[in-house]
């Protein structure tokens, strides 16, 4: 392993619609999974992704500068001045109010913020350290058992704010998770991470993506996931398929499976040999073969096993608890669109808008009136929507989503 050291000029990246932002301080993941999406030619990082390591020595700093920027204060700081406690459009009511906090996504990207490196340099949780100082809520993921080393810390955020950590497990088998994941934890370690989270009270589910076809998606592999994680005490299941982007990677891809699994190796030539640009298999052979859909059996899972198969919101310092509700109903809607009932991506893009504009309004939508909700910046297509959710307290196009879906499973 190649490690480079450098100061890096930014850190922080948005997420759309939301505050919420996501960082990594490593560039590179030395656990080099066969089928991982960092090494498309589309994410313009470096070649020797697996073996050269770029580390941003200065993260914690760039962190620290971003919530500072925002107008937030450690609770360490001493140094508090007599404007801290007025509240920027008053100032005749003293207040210790700061700014609304947003989600931390340590991990955002596509690198493991607990790959070996992170044993050495620590940068994960001087980030975790900084998100405790300013009172953050943290979201990881990770296929590494080293998070256990960080469960102090993770725990001191809890219990303030909120922290959860979705664990990669893709294949119960260890000798294939071997082939596909040669360099993370053994499948047994991850679920016995996960346990122990949730036994210390982190919040946590499994990330079980990509499903791979006829390898992940047999009955026996993804009973066995769901059987940890029940047994885990997992919150969530996410389930999704495997996207092979043209290029190298794809090829090298191609290769481990002629290389392990030469009988399907002609079956992953057809359903991938459409060289879609985003890496989806091709329609028309999933149909005709019948190819299991990963998203519409996890769906089916998650019910049979009584689990959600979205991970559940959390409800944000300075949040109503009620917005936050029919927020995650619409974000349900643009999820059900967009991963099982393939719907067009703008009214998927639509509805995650609208579900974000809800989350953080400052009145109960149930106590706006009429016309205060059809005023609403949000996109004409779920205003109806939102209307109904405000007065009958559901929604019938989400209910009526569920039914097709469970048409489909
Ligand atoms: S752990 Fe994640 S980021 Fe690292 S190589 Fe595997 S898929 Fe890629």
């Known amino acids: ?40 030619d589309d994410y313009y990082l470096h070649e020797d992704f697996g073996d050269r390591i770029k580390v941003k020595i200065n993260a914690p700093e760039l962190l620290e500068k971003y919530f500072q920027s925002k107008g937030h204060f450690s609770s360490s700081n001493t140094h508090v001045t007599l404007d801290d406690f007025f509240s920027p459009s008053n100032n005749v009511i003293p207040s210790t109010k700061q700014p609304s906090k947003f989600m931390l996504f340590i991990g955002g990207g596509v690198c493991d913020v607990y790959q070996p490196a992170e044993k050495e340099f620590e940068l994960t949780r001087q980030l975790l350290q900084h998100a405790h100082e300013y009172n953050f809520p943290v979201t990881i993921i990770t296929k590494s058992d080293l998070v256990l080393r960080d469960l102090d810390l993770l725990q001191k955020i809890n219990k303030d704010s909120y922290a959860s950590v979705s664990v990669t497990i893709t294949f119960a088998d260890d000798e294939i998770r071997e082939i596909f994941e040669p360099r993370s934890s053994s499948t047994q370690e991850r679920y016995s991470a996960l346990t122990i989270l949730r036994k210390s009270g982190i919040h946590g589910g499994i990330y079980f993506v990509p499903v791979l076809p006829w390898i992940g998606d047999t009955e026996e592999n993804m009973h066995s996931i769901y059987k940890m994680a029940k047994s885990s005490g997992a919150e969530y299941v996410v389930c999704g398929g495997l996207s092979l982007k043209p ?3 794809k090829e090298d891809f191609m290769n481990t499976i002629k290389a392990h699994f030469s009988s399907l190796y002609s079956k992953y030539v057809q359903l991938y040999g459409n060289n879609n640009k985003y890496g989806y298999p091709d329609s ?38 009620e917005n936050v509700k029919w927020a995650e109903s619409l974000y349900e809607i643009a ?38 909700i059809q005023a609403l910046p949000v996109p004409k ?12 307290g559901k929604s019938t196009y989400l209910e009526k989503l569920r039914n097709d879906v469970n048409t489909l499973v």
């Not at 100061?7 to 301080?25: C, E, G, M, Q, V």
């Not at 297509?381 to 009958?392: D, G, P, Q």
């Open 1 to 40: 392993m190649i490690i480079e050291l450098y100061r890096a000029k930014s850190l922080i990246r948005h997420f759309a619609y939301t505050a919420d932002i996501f960082f990594n301080p490593y560039q590179g993941c030395y656990h080099d999974c066969v089928y991982c999406r960092g090494k498309s």
């Open 247 to 249: 290029g190298k990677y």
């Open 284 to 321: 028309s052979y999933v149909q005709k073969t019948g190819v299991i859909d990963p998203a519409l059996k996890g769906y089916k899972m998650c019910k049979d096993y009584n689990l959600p198969y979205m991970i559940p919101r959390h409800i944000q310092q300075g949040l109503i608890e």
């Open 335 to 372: 999820h059900l669109k967009e991963d099982l009932l393939r719907g067009s991506w703008r009214e998927v893009r639509d509805f995650r808008k609208s579900s974000a504009i809800v989350e953080v309004l400052r009145k109960p939508l149930s106590k706006m009136s009429r016309g205060e």
């Open 381 to 392: 297509i779920s205003s109806t929507h939102i209307l109904e959710l405000a007065t009958k």
